[in-house]
C-alpha cells in the first residue's frame, strides 16, 4: 500500500498519487505502477485489501498454482518503504496480522512476524 510515489532523483515527479484520497496496492519500489488504485481508508481495511491481494495471487511452481487458505502456515513480513514511522507500521502490522490469522484460522497458524525496514525507496510513505 503507497500514498505517494517514489520519486526518482533527476527524473520528473510522478504525479500518478496525487489525490490524498487515493492509495494505491502492489506498486514497485522503482515507480513502477501498482497493481489497483483504492480509496484512502482504514488500516483495518487496508489489511483487508492487501489479504486479498495475497489470497488471489498464489504462490507456486510453473502451472502448478496454489493459493492461500485456511490452515495454511505463514511467515508475514510487513516492510516499511521508507515513510511510515515505527507507530503507524506496528498499528498496520498489527491489523494485517488480525487478518490473516482469522483468514487462516488462528494467530498459531502465523510462525513468525517481521516488521521493519527491509527495503526501501525514496520518498515512500506506505507498506508493503
Not at 507456486?60 to 507507530?87: A, I, P, Q, T
Not at 506496528?90 to 525496514?117: E, H, P, R, T, Y
Amino acid at each position: 500500500m503507497a500514498l505517494n510515489s517514489v520519486t526518482i532523483p533527476g527524473a520528473d515527479a510522478n504525479e500518478r498519487l496525487a489525490d490524498p484520497a487515493i492509495a494505491e496496492v502492489g506498486l514497485g519500489i522503482h515507480g513502477e505502477p501498482g497493481s489497483t488504485q483504492v480509496p484512502f481508508t482504514s488500516s483495518k481495511k487496508f489489511a483487508e485489501i492487501m489479504l486479498d491481494k495475497c489470497v488471489k495471487f498464489g504462490y507456486g511452481e510453473d502451472k502448478d498454482v496454489s493459493y492461500l487458505k485456511e490452515g495454511d502456515e505463514v511467515v508475514m513480513l510487513v516492510n516499511n518503504l521508507g515513510g511510515c514511522s515505527v507507530f503507524e507500521l506496528n498499528v498496520i502490522a498489527n491489523n494485517l496480522q488480525d487478518c490473516v490469522a482469522n483468514f487462516l484460522g488462528g494467530k498459531d497458524k502465523i510462525k513468525k512476524v517481521l516488521v521493519g525496514s527491509m527495503m526501501t525507496s525514496f520518498n515512500m510513505i506506505g507498506g508493503e
